[in-house]
């Protein structure tokens, strides 16, 4: 294996990008769209359209009766004579059965060293934020945000008693904005679970978590109510990362330190996982988000299972266009060959109506449709072309990013070799080369180099494949040509650029 051993800097090109402004679901101000647990912020919204919740496929329904049929029921004594029926509401009777399973999640994560730090020679210190969780299973298993846990070092789980448990994250999910954290089975109870296919718009919703986490002395979680504002909810911003969409809309007051708490309906079961709020002034504004729970347990079940979310993919790009009468369709816009698109027989131009169960009004609901469907599921699809409707079988296969054998040509930097279907499913900017898939943050800082760009040269020659990639840092390393010295040309997005740094032999 190829070692670094020093950079020198040609310089590269900035890369700029659409900087959106947060509200991370910390402490603070102006904000667009914010997240709202005390990790690092989610990308922001500008906007948001409606639709409607449909079904999900049988593998996703699977996943949550698996959840369901674990549960550990919650014992909620009620003295019913020495309460006034006026005050039992659904309300009170829903808190007081989801509420002892829902937990505050602290993390902390390693600290940045300040410019005084590291003159004095000090360590930095770590920084500490604040979430909610909720117990999912018999396991152990609690559910709650990607932001929430982000980079944590460490994480401590606190129940409604105050009682602290050591927690281990078992996986997580940057695009789904969901996480899964486990704790000793049979220490929290289960919290009711519901079913998010049939909401009704006007219902009530109870949305409970512990909003600014231990800045108060109390450890029970709080609730907050409202109803479901809107169902489908789709989103929007410009270079997001995380799939807000098919979201439950509620005017459930949602505060910092409610994300991954549980929205609930008036029965007393989970129907959410608090995520999101629209706000321009940092509280919330009557527009909180929360992500369905049963796409929540069919992405815990493949973090729990696989220890990740396996990407869909069938090889064809749609795009939301405008007709003759201004209604906005979602259209094939390209479909690559040996894909399953193609085997599937359709075609560009063809308008998506439908897929499994799921009806399509626009790209976003393509996207969802296909994390719905799952990896290694197969579903109809119904489309148009000429104004003529037609069915076929369209398989889902892992994306092929995911799917390619990775290379670690240095120590610390994989990288996958260019095919024709990577270049669809990353939308690259050049078709042969070795795209960078894993890089650790020292490597990044030495070479310059980010997750995602595009090797296509090294010094004079071009790089066709990540083997061909490790080969000519091999070379350079042992040869003691240039002294170790590599130029590597890459393509980040749209830009080119290049960087200069040493490799050496391992030692």
Do not use: C
């Not at 914010?34 to 449909?54: E, H, Q, R, V, Y």
């Not at 659904?90 to 002892?100: D, K, L, N, Q, S």
């Amino acid at each position: 294996m190829t070692g670094l051993l020093d950079n020198h800097g040609s310089a590269a090109p900035r890369v700029l990008g659409l900087v959106v402004l947060l509200l991370l679901a910390g402490f603070g101000v102006g904000a667009l769209v914010s997240s709202l647990g005390g990790g690092d912020g989610i990308p922001a919204a500008n906007g948001s359209t409606g639709g409607s919740l449909t079904p999900i496929t049988p593998a996703a329904a699977a996943a949550a009766d698996r959840f369901r049929d674990e549960a550990i029921p919650v014992q909620v004594a009620i003295d019913q004579e020495a309460v006034s029926d006026l005050r039992l509401t659904p309300t009170v009777i829903a808190a007081r059965e989801v509420g002892p399973s829902v937990v505050s999640i602290r993390i902390q994560r390693p600290g940045r060293a300040t410019r005084v730090d590291r003159m004095l020679g000090r360590q930095s210190r770590p920084q500490a934020s604040l979430g909610s969780g909720f117990v999912v299973d018999g396991q152990g298993h609690l559910l709650t945000n990607y932001h929430v846990v982000r980079g944590a070092a460490a994480i401590e789980v606190v129940d409604h008693n105050g009682r602290r448990f050591p927690a281990n994250l078992i996986g997580s999910d940057e695009i789904t904005d969901l996480a899964v954290v486990k704790i000793d089975p049979g220490v929290v109870p289960t919290a009711p679970l519901g079913d998010s296919r049939d909401l009704f718009v006007g219902e009530p919703a109870i949305a409970i978590g512990n909003p600014s986490g231990y800045q108060l002395a109390n450890t029970e979680a709080t609730v907050t109510t409202g109803v479901v504002s809107g169902v489908g909810r789709d989103i929007l911003s410009e270079g997001q990362e995380v799939l807000y969409a098919d979201m439950i809309q509620t005017d459930a007051a949602i505060n910092p330190g409610n994300s991954g708490g549980p929205l609930v309906n008036a029965e007393g079961r989970v129907i959410g996982v608090n995520s999101s709020i629209f706000s321009l002034s940092g509280g919330s504004e009557g527009l909180g988000f929360a992500i369905p729970i049963n796409r929540a347990l069919r992405v815990a079940a493949e973090l729990i299972e696989v220890g990740r979310v396996r990407r869909p993919w069938v090889g064809l790009d749609v795009v939301t266009e405008g007709t003759d009468n201004y209604v906005r369709v979602p259209v094939i816009s390209r479909v690559y060959p040996d894909t399953p698109g193609e085997r599937a027989g359709l075609q560009a131009g063809d308008v998506i109506r439908r897929l499994g169960d799921r009806p399509i009004h626009h790209d976003l609901d393509w996207d969802v449709a296909l994390v719905d469907v799952g990896v290694n599921n197969s579903a109809e699809v119904e489309f148009q072309r000429e104004g003529q409707f037609y069915t076929a079988q369209l398989d889902l296969e892992e994306i092929p990013s995911a799917r390619a054998e990775r290379v670690e040509v240095l120590t610390g930097l994989q990288l996958i070799s260019v095919t024709p279907q990577i270049v669809q499913e990353q939308t690259l900017q050049v078709g042969f080369g070795a795209m960078i898939v894993d890089i650790e943050a020292n490597v990044a800082r030495i070479t310059g180099l980010r997750q995602g760009d595009v090797i296509f040269g090294i010094n004079t020659t071009q790089v066709n494949s990540a083997e061909q990639a490790g080969e000519l840092f091999g070379y350079y390393g042992t040869s003691g040509e240039n002294n170790g010295w590599v130029r590597v040309h890459f393509v980040r997005g749209s830009r080119r650029g290049s960087y200069d740094f040493r490799v050496g032999p391992d030692s």
